[in-house]
């Protein structure tokens, strides 16, 4: 990643170039994995896979896990008839950046809402057949 700076004519100009500052071993360290962890994760996944379908319209809806410690996502999908052929996925990280659990409660919710009121990114915003909200 680099660092621009604005001109005064509004023209960005390099200021640090990609990995000029070498950032490795600078970060706050993975904490142990959480004994809890396996029983975490599949009490997300059957709490949100037991939901009746998130929306009016919507058909086909799951809930998976992907990924392993710590980079582990709850992944909501369902298809919709306003996109017709394509998935909508919803993803929601179990962990921070740090290793511990971060619950996600609300990710059907927001998936829910998302859908009823029709705040979905456009069809065309598809890649490889999957929209992510």
Known sequence: MEVLRLLPDGAPQVFLPADSIDTTGRGWPLVPRPVDTDSYVQR???????????AAGASGSAAAVSGSWPHTHLE??????????LLLRRREPLFDELGRIAPAPHVGADLMDALETHNLPPAGAAVDGVVDI
């Open 76 to 85: 909501l999908t369902c298809r919709l008839s306003d996109y017709p052929g």
């Open 44 to 54: 997300m996944h059957d709490m949100h896979q037991s939901e009746h379908a998130w």
